[in-house]
């Protein structure tokens, strides 16, 4: 990388709310994340030395494996295998909500009370690419931008580059990245527009899901799952006129679901004004009663196999579609679309009959 | 009985259009075909037919006493005046300002010995924003883009001329504005002047600011209620100053075409007018103080449209939907100028003849009772001397020697203008309902509506001039080369920054801090309550307390501005 | 074939405004020409310093740095900005610069380290040509 590296990212390691670090699921390493062989010896070493720096919370060198990992070069795979048995210890805390929310601004106030209380923090904050050119105009930051000379403070936008379900592919490599950078939480905002754009679900430990008073139906915005999804909802812009209306709509929706079980968490609804940063030490306080809450249900344990499950399904599902879709423009395939289109076979049985023949070992990279 | 072409006779006509499209122009059609594939208006690109008759005027319900009527009658189309300007010429107004505020000083009293009536006054970057000079973000920006005002010392020294020959003078100063109302305030008590000898007027229109200037500093909300009390106070103790101007102009600097530029400004401007009606007005009694800056662009028969359109629209929603009845609510009162949007840097002697063909179109349009040029040598220069000179000479020029000043509105009655001011009228009515629905400008501006129109006006522009379909000569007319070498840029001595930030400290030293202190907490207190703000910021001005003083306490009761990726309009 | 080795690979451009200068029609209309053109545009916002844009230059790992200035700015804040890039080991990022900017300044600036100088008039797709050539021959 060249150059002085930057001071480790917060200073001083400061003893986590809540006690011990969370340790990685399972304790056992973890076979290497992904990754057949690379042919021709890519140098470990660069790989090694990459992730060393990131260890030691060099912000450029994270920086410069995300960007690695979203370019989907094959040696971010190696430094990232060095990274995944150490990371466990940030609490992953998504921000969600309609456009006009004031996510944004809510996320900048809540990197500065994490801050005072002596928090590292990570933020993604993810928008969508455009389906015409893949470029992306990423302007989240202008509502961060106080906070980007703070060591203690790492910030990455991301574009979505195709993926749908409102997070970035790589989305979830970076957040590896930045817990093994050192940040104790790591922000993930995201635009969530309904019932398909909450990936951030999955991702995160704590979904915060961010409304704001509108003219009485507005509130509505709240489409069902993103509600569900919430485990702390907030009420943000409450100085606007509307916002004791839209505050007993959200607690109308709240309960009329069924009610929780006596231990479950109970989902607290905060009102905020960000830009003023009222409601904000509240907020924090709630999202650490949630942490502390996961741990002590066993709930933790459920949401750390569920985030080491996605990516290893993600790479499953696109390798063998990759495998599968291989050779679609050849003879065989040709062949076979050719009699589905004389009709003298139909498509789902000439579909299984590729699928089977690819994974029974018909080529390979 | 009529004679065939008799324009009481739509079929005659019809039929002798044919006949001319046939006969007479398809041959020459023929011969030489048009310059153009296609032929369109400049800012709303809409289709310019190649002739316009008394049949345009049918198909567009055209009625002379409805849509055009009588000048200084309602609809206004003709002219807010009785007598046009047969009477009274248009006042000459320039705007000025930089440097020093004695170096502004003597360039007023210069400009009042030139004849010129009245000004613009405008501030440095630091000012506007809230910032006094020796703030960080200041540096290399004291005095540049306008007069340094930190406390009220600045404003005594800017104002040191003899304010008798002064009709109208404008400050332009938009989020500090009560602490900038304050200090003139002060000031001119201090010289002894009568406030009501003459016109100050002020902006005060920061909505604007969050759409596309990016000088505001505090959330639109606490924006606008400033702005409220502002014009509240001024018209309960200076009720012949005029506290809110709609300087549209600048949503046309931002590449507004005419009909954004009339429903967005038309839409920020209700929003005011319904804030200050809440405070227990009248509309005859609050509309009056209402008046708007616009700018005009090279399109001649847009730009004539477009200002006879806008007395139109501002009469009929005083009528209908404010429920005015007096005659000073339903006239328009407005200061045109030639934009500065199509001034190039290249070439800049052919700005003249752009400003000449500018002016024409406001002195034909109907530019108001002021009217400014902007500087040939303006884009991104302060005005020379010679400058102004030019700029003063253009206005008398058409004033005096065109004869387009000696009849109202003569180009009433043009198949092609009438067309053009009904179009647009329709248009802007359409948009104003449109924006209604979003609830209103404060709403737009919130999910950044406006923003987001602007930047794809400004792309298309952009694409436009980089293509050549839009055509502006000495720069895409010719091979492009750099232009480096013809730029010059005004700078500011080094060191008269440095004088300015010592003068601050001299005047911080001379002070009673504890005094200070105390009416600082004043206005902390009535930024938290809804009390009017300008008499405790004119307590704590006339203490000399610093505009970047009093705005740091109004930033922390309000919070600072960020707009957000929605409403960055980036 | 690795599929997840498809490259994607996106330029991306930081746009930064320093100082008070607050006209972001240069970068709007520039922001759209180079997103239209399949770059990823990190766009800070207003009032920026240059500590603030070497900062956000290096934890967003961009390409490019595009700095705008139409007053006065760019000579007391462009260098630096190129300055504290260079002593945090991130100059190869590639720094440019748009806005209103006289002959003297420009060559100044290009002396202390911006690749290239912008000014207003330029077509947009100019500068995307630019910035494609530069990222290929890298």
């Given at each position: 990388?060249?150059?002085?590296?930057?001071?480790?990212?917060?200073?001083?390691?400061?003893?986590?709310?809540?006690?011990?670090?969370?340790?990685?699921?399972?304790?056992?390493?973890?076979?290497?994340?992904?990754?057949?062989?690379?042919?021709?010896?890519?140098?470990?070493?660069?790989?090694?030395?990459?992730?060393?720096?990131?260890?030691?919370?060099?912000?450029?060198?994270?920086?410069?494996?995300?960007?690695?990992?979203?370019?989907?070069?094959?040696?971010?795979?190696?430094?990232?295998?060095?990274?995944?048995?150490?990371?466990?210890?940030?609490?992953?805390?998504?921000?969600?909500?309609?456009?006009?929310?004031?996510?944004?601004?809510?996320?900048?106030?809540?990197?500065?009370?994490?801050?005072?209380?002596?928090?590292?923090?990570?933020?993604?904050?993810?928008?969508?690419?455009?389906?015409?050119?893949?470029?992306?105009?990423?302007?989240?930051?202008?509502?961060?931008?106080?906070?980007?000379?703070?060591?203690?403070?790492?910030?990455?936008?991301?574009?979505?580059?195709?993926?749908?379900?409102?997070?970035?592919?790589?989305?979830?490599?970076?957040?590896?990245?930045?817990?093994?950078?050192?940040?104790?939480?790591?922000?993930?905002?995201?635009?969530?527009?309904?019932?398909?754009?909450?990936?951030?679900?999955?991702?995160?430990?704590?979904?915060?899901?961010?409304?704001?008073?509108?003219?009485?139906?507005?509130?509505?915005?709240?489409?069902?799952?993103?509600?569900?999804?919430?485990?702390?909802?907030?009420?943000?812009?409450?100085?606007?006129?509307?916002?004791?209306?839209?505050?007993?709509?959200?607690?109308?929706?709240?309960h009329?679901?069924?009610?929780?079980?006596p231990?479950?968490?109970?989902?607290?609804?905060?009102?905020?004004?960000?830009?003023?940063?009222?409601?904000?030490?509240?907020l924090?306080?709630?999202?650490?009663?949630?942490?502390?809450?996961?741990?002590?249900?066993?709930?933790?344990?459920?949401?750390?196999?569920?985030?080491?499950?996605?990516?290893?399904?993600?790479?499953?599902r696109?390798?063998?579609?990759?495998r599968?879709?291989?050779?679609?423009e050849?003879?065989?395939?040709?062949r076979?679309?050719?009699?589905?289109?004389?009709?003298?076979?139909?498509?789902?049985?000439?579909?299984?009959?590729?699928?089977?023949?690819?994974?029974?070992?018909?080529?390979?990279? | 009985?009529?004679?065939?072409?008799?324009?009481?006779?739509?079929?005659?006509?019809?039929?002798?259009?044919e006949?001319?499209?046939?006969?007479?122009?398809?041959?020459?059609?023929?011969?030489?075909?048009?310059?153009?594939?296609?032929?369109?208006?400049?800012?709303?690109?809409?289709?310019?037919?190649?002739?316009?008759?008394?049949?345009d005027?049918?198909?567009?319900?055209?009625?002379?006493?409805?849509?055009?009527?009588?000048?200084?009658?309602?609809?206004?189309?003709?002219?807010?005046?009785?007598?046009?300007?047969?009477?009274?010429?248009?006042?000459?107004?320039?705007?000025?300002?930089?440097?020093?505020?004695?170096?502004?000083?003597?360039?007023?009293?210069?400009?009042?010995?030139?004849?010129?009536?009245?000004?613009f006054?405008?501030y440095?970057?630091?000012?506007?924003?809230?910032?006094?000079?020796?703030?960080?973000?200041?540096?290399?920006?004291?005095?540049?883009?306008?007069?340094?005002?930190?406390?009220?010392?600045?404003?005594?020294?800017?104002?040191?001329?003899?304010?008798?020959?002064?009709?109208?003078?404008?400050s332009?100063?938009?989020?500090?504005?009560?602490?900038?109302?304050?200090?003139?305030?002060?000031?001119?008590?201090?010289?002894?002047?009568?406030?009501?000898?003459?016109?100050?007027?002020?902006?005060?229109?920061?909505?604007?600011?969050?759409?596309?200037?990016?000088?505001?500093?505090?959330?639109?909300?606490?924006?606008?209620?400033i702005?409220?009390?502002?014009?509240?106070?001024?018209?309960?103790?200076?009720?012949?100053?005029?506290?809110?101007s709609?300087?549209?102009?600048?949503?046309?600097?931002?590449?507004?075409?005419?009909?954004?530029?009339?429903?967005?400004?038309?839409?920020?401007?209700?929003?005011?007018?319904?804030?200050?009606?809440?405070r227990?007005?009248?509309?005859?009694?609050?509309?009056?103080?209402?008046?708007?800056?616009t700018?005009?662009?090279?399109?001649?028969?847009?730009?004539?449209?477009?200002?006879?359109?806008?007395?139109?629209?501002?009469?009929?929603?005083?009528?209908?939907?404010?429920?005015?009845?007096?005659?000073?609510?339903?006239e328009?009162?407005?200061?045109?100028?030639?934009?500065?949007?199509?001034?190039?840097?290249?070439?800049?002697?052919?700005?003249?003849?752009?400003l000449?063909?500018?002016?024409?179109?406001?002195?034909?349009?109907?530019?108001?009772?002021?009217?400014t040029?902007?500087l040939?040598?303006?884009?991104?220069?302060?005005?020379?001397?010679?400058?102004?000179?030019?700029?003063?000479g253009?206005?008398?020029?058409v004033?005096?020697?065109?004869?387009?000043?000696?009849?109202?509105?003569?180009?009433?009655?043009?198949?092609?203008?009438?067309?053009?001011?009904?179009?647009?009228?329709?248009?802007?009515?359409?948009?104003?309902?449109?924006?209604?629905?979003?609830?209103?400008?404060l709403?737009?501006?919130?999910?950044?509506?406006?923003?987001?129109?602007?930047?794809?006006?400004?792309?298309?522009?952009?694409?436009a001039?980089?293509?050549?379909?839009?055509?502006?000569?000495?720069?895409?007319?010719v091979?492009?080369?750099?232009?480096?070498?013809?730029?010059?840029?005004?700078?500011?001595?080094?060191?008269?920054?440095?004088?300015?930030?010592?003068?601050l400290?001299?005047?911080?030293?001379?002070r009673?801090?504890?005094?200070?202190?105390?009416?600082?907490?004043r206005?902390?207190?009535?930024?938290?309550?809804?009390?009017?703000?300008?008499?405790?910021?004119?307590?704590?001005?006339?203490?000399?307390?610093?505009?970047?003083e009093?705005?740091?306490?109004?930033?922390?009761?309000?919070?600072?501005?960020?707009?957000?990726?929605?409403?960055?309009?980036? | 074939?690795?599929?997840?080795?498809?490259?994607?690979?996106?330029?991306?451009?930081?746009?930064?405004?320093?100082?008070?200068?607050?006209?972001?029609?240069?970068?709007?209309?520039?922001?759209?020409?180079?997103?239209?053109?399949?770059?990823?545009?990190?766009?800070?916002?207003?009032k920026?310093?240059?500590?603030m844009?070497?900062?956000?230059?290096?934890?967003?790992?961009?390409?490019v740095?595009?700095?705008?200035?139409?007053?006065?700015?760019?000579?007391?804040?462009?260098?630096?900005?190129?300055?504290?890039?260079?002593?945090?080991?991130?100059?190869?990022?590639?720094?440019?610069?748009?806005?209103?900017?006289?002959?003297?300044?420009?060559?100044?600036?290009?002396?202390?380290?911006?690749?290239?100088?912008?000014?207003?008039?330029?077509?947009?797709?100019?500068?995307?040509?630019?910035?494609?050539?530069?990222?290929?021959?890298?």
């Amino acid at each position: 990388m060249g150059g002085e590296p930057l001071a480790r990212v917060g200073g001083e390691p400061l003893a986590p709310v809540g006690g011990e670090p969370l340790a990685p699921v399972g304790g056992e390493p973890l076979a290497p994340v992904g990754g057949e062989p690379l042919a021709g010896a890519a140098p470990g070493q660069a790989a090694r030395e990459l992730a060393e720096r990131v260890l030691a919370g060099h912000a450029a060198s994270a920086a410069r494996l995300i960007r690695m990992v979203e370019d989907g070069r094959p040696e971010a795979r190696e430094a990232l295998r060095e990274l995944y048995p150490k990371i466990g210890r940030a609490h992953v805390v998504g921000v969600t909500g309609p456009p006009g929310a004031g996510k944004s601004t809510l996320v900048s106030a809540l990197i500065a009370e994490l801050r005072r209380r002596g928090r590292r923090i990570g933020v993604l904050a993810v928008d969508p690419s455009s389906p015409f050119s893949g470029g992306a105009i990423l302007g989240d930051r202008v509502r961060m931008q106080r906070h980007s000379t703070d060591p203690g403070v790492f910030i990455r936008s991301m574009a979505t580059r195709g993926a749908s379900g409102g997070l970035a592919r790589a989305s979830w490599e970076a957040e590896l990245v930045l817990d093994a950078m050192g940040c104790d939480v790591v922000l993930v905002e995201t635009v969530g527009v309904g019932q398909v754009e909450i990936d951030v679900v999955d991702l995160a430990h704590s979904t915060v899901v961010v409304c704001l008073p509108g003219a009485g139906d507005d509130v509505q915005a709240i489409k069902a799952g993103l509600l569900e999804a919430a485990d702390l909802l907030v009420l943000n812009k409450a100085d606007l006129p509307g916002a004791d209306d839209a505050e007993r709509w959200l607690h109308v929706l709240l309960h009329s679901a069924k009610a929780p079980a006596p231990d479950a968490w109970d989902l607290p609804l905060l009102r905020t004004v960000a830009s003023r940063e009222e409601g904000i030490p509240p907020l924090v306080d709630a999202l650490e009663r949630h942490r502390a809450y996961l741990e002590r249900s066993g709930e933790l344990a459920r949401i750390e196999a569920r985030r080491a499950r996605r990516p290893f399904v993600e790479r499953v599902r696109e390798r063998l579609v990759a495998r599968a879709l291989e050779g679609l423009e050849g003879p065989e395939a040709l062949r076979l679309l050719a009699e589905v289109e004389r009709r003298s076979l139909d498509p789902y049985t000439a579909a299984d009959r590729w699928v089977e023949a690819r994974l029974a070992g018909g080529g390979g990279p | 009985m009529s004679q065939p072409g008799d324009p009481r006779d739509p079929e005659a006509l019809r039929k002798g259009l044919e006949e001319w499209e046939r006969q007479t122009l398809a041959p020459a059609l023929e011969r030489e075909g048009e310059r153009l594939p296609a032929f369109e208006t400049q800012a709303l690109h809409w289709p310019v037919e190649r002739l316009y008759t008394p049949l345009d005027l049918e198909a567009a319900g055209f009625d002379y006493l409805k849509d055009v009527g009588f000048p200084g009658q309602f609809p206004y189309t003709r002219g807010t005046r009785p007598n046009g300007y047969r009477s009274q010429l248009w006042a000459m107004k320039q705007v000025t300002g930089f440097g020093t505020p004695e170096e502004w000083a003597k360039r007023a009293q210069y400009m009042l010995d030139q004849g010129l009536s009245g000004f613009f006054i405008e501030y440095d970057l630091p000012t506007t924003n809230g910032f006094d000079s020796d703030h960080p973000l200041a540096a290399g920006e004291v005095g540049r883009a306008g007069v340094a005002v930190d406390t009220l010392a600045d404003m005594e020294a800017a104002l040191d001329f003899d304010f008798s020959k002064l009709r109208h003078l404008t400050s332009v100063c938009n989020g500090p504005q009560p602490v900038n109302l304050a200090m003139i305030i002060a000031a001119l008590e201090k010289k002894g002047v009568d406030p009501a000898s003459f016109t100050l007027q002020m902006p005060n229109a920061i909505l604007i600011e969050y759409t596309c200037v990016g000088r505001y500093i505090f959330p639109p909300e606490h924006g606008l209620r400033i702005s409220t009390d502002v014009i509240e106070y001024t018209i309960r103790n200076h009720p012949n100053w005029v506290p809110i101007s709609v300087i549209s102009a600048q949503l046309y600097a931002a590449r507004a075409n005419p009909v954004q530029e009339l429903a967005f400004g038309f839409s920020i401007a209700m929003q005011y007018l319904d804030a200050v009606l809440a405070r227990g007005f009248t509309i005859d009694e609050v509309a009056p103080y209402f008046s708007f800056v616009t700018g005009v662009d090279m399109d001649f028969f847009e730009a004539v449209g477009k200002l006879r359109a806008y007395r139109k629209v501002w009469a009929r929603l005083m009528k209908d939907r404010y429920g005015a009845k007096t005659r000073e609510a339903l006239e328009l009162r407005i200061t045109a100028s030639p934009g500065t949007m199509s001034l190039t840097l290249q070439q800049p002697l052919n700005n003249i003849t752009r400003l000449a063909i500018q002016m024409l179109a406001c002195a034909l349009g109907g530019g108001g009772y002021t009217m400014t040029t902007p500087l040939h040598d303006e884009a991104h220069a302060l005005p020379s001397d010679e400058a102004i000179a030019v700029g003063a000479g253009v206005q008398k020029i058409v004033a005096h020697e065109s004869g387009v000043a000696d009849t109202i509105d003569p180009l009433a009655g043009s198949y092609y203008v009438e067309v053009m001011t009904k179009r647009i009228e329709d248009a802007v009515f359409a948009e104003i309902e449109k924006i209604d629905r979003m609830g209103g400008a404060l709403a737009a501006i919130r999910t950044g509506y406006f923003q987001r129109e602007l930047a794809r006006e400004q792309c298309e522009r952009n694409r436009a001039l980089d293509t050549g379909k839009r055509k502006l000569v000495g720069v895409n007319d010719v091979e492009r080369r750099s232009d480096e070498e013809s730029l010059e840029i005004f700078r500011v001595d080094p060191e008269s920054e440095r004088r300015q930030i010592e003068r601050l400290r001299a005047v911080k030293a001379r002070r009673d801090e504890a005094k200070v202190a105390e009416a600082l907490e004043r206005v902390r207190e009535a930024a938290e309550g809804d009390e009017n703000l300008v008499p405790p910021i004119l307590e704590a001005v006339k203490l000399y307390a610093s505009q970047g003083e009093i705005c740091d306490v109004l930033r922390e009761a309000f919070g600072t501005y960020m707009p957000d990726s929605l409403t960055t309009g980036v | 074939m690795n599929a997840a080795a498809v490259s994607e690979r996106p330029i991306r451009v930081l746009l930064a405004k320093l100082g008070l200068d607050a006209h972001t029609i240069g970068v709007t209309v520039i922001a759209r020409a180079l997103r239209d053109a399949g770059m990823e545009v990190i766009y800070s916002g207003l009032k920026q310093t240059p500590e603030m844009v070497a900062a956000t230059a290096i934890q967003e790992d961009v390409d490019v740095v595009g700095l705008s200035s139409l007053s006065a700015a760019h000579m007391q804040h462009f260098p630096r900005v190129v300055e504290l890039l260079r002593e945090q080991g991130a100059d190869d990022k590639l720094v440019i610069a748009g806005g209103v900017i006289p002959a003297e300044d420009a060559q100044r600036l290009r002396d202390a380290g911006v690749a290239a100088i912008f000014t207003m008039g330029t077509s947009t797709d100019e500068i995307v040509a630019f910035l494609r050539q530069w990222a290929a021959s890298r």
